[in-house]
Structures are given as C-alpha cells and as structure tokens.
C-alpha cells in the first residue's frame, strides 16, 4: 500500500478485514481520475495483485466504481487488452 500511495493520481487505499465464519480481507484503491485507474491496471503492480486474487481459497469479487457505472474484474481484462494510445 506505501508504494500505492506514491503513485501519481492516487487518493488513498486501505485494507480492512472482517472476522467472522469466514475472513474478509477489503482492499481498496482511490484514483482521482480514470486514467490513473487504467495506468494502474497495467502496471506490474496489478498483475502481482492479480496472481494473488487468482489464488485465493474462493473467488474474489472484484468491483470497479466508475463515474457512471460499476463494472467487474471484465473491466481490468478489457483495459489490459487494449492497447494504449
């Protein structure tokens, strides 16, 4: 999280866990624009974060709060399939 932080365009991140009949772990990142989310979702550093999710004991649910919409983990494949301009 430090070397999210210092990440141009980022707002703040957090992590949380709930303790209960099962453990959440809350990861959160805030980017004040979307084009630092999609500059982030192509970095090194998210295919790290990615492989980590990959390998979680259940499947992760993964939420992209846009400006006009909400999107899935779709919304990560679609920005790193696409090539910059």
Request: with cysteine; charged share 35%; hydrophobic share 35%.
């Amino acid at each position: 999280m430090v070397s999210t932080r210092a990440e141009p365009g980022c707002v703040g991140c957090s992590l949380s866990t709930d303790m209960g009949p099962k453990v959440v772990i809350r990861y959160t990142e805030e980017w004040k624009t979307e084009d630092d989310l999609k500059r982030q979702l192509r970095s090194d550093r998210f295919v790290v974060l990615a492989e980590l999710m990959e390998h979680a004991s259940e499947i992760p649910t993964v939420e992209f709060a846009l400006r006009d919409s909400t999107r899935g983990i779709d919304y990560a494949e679609e920005i790193r399939n696409t090539k910059q301009l």
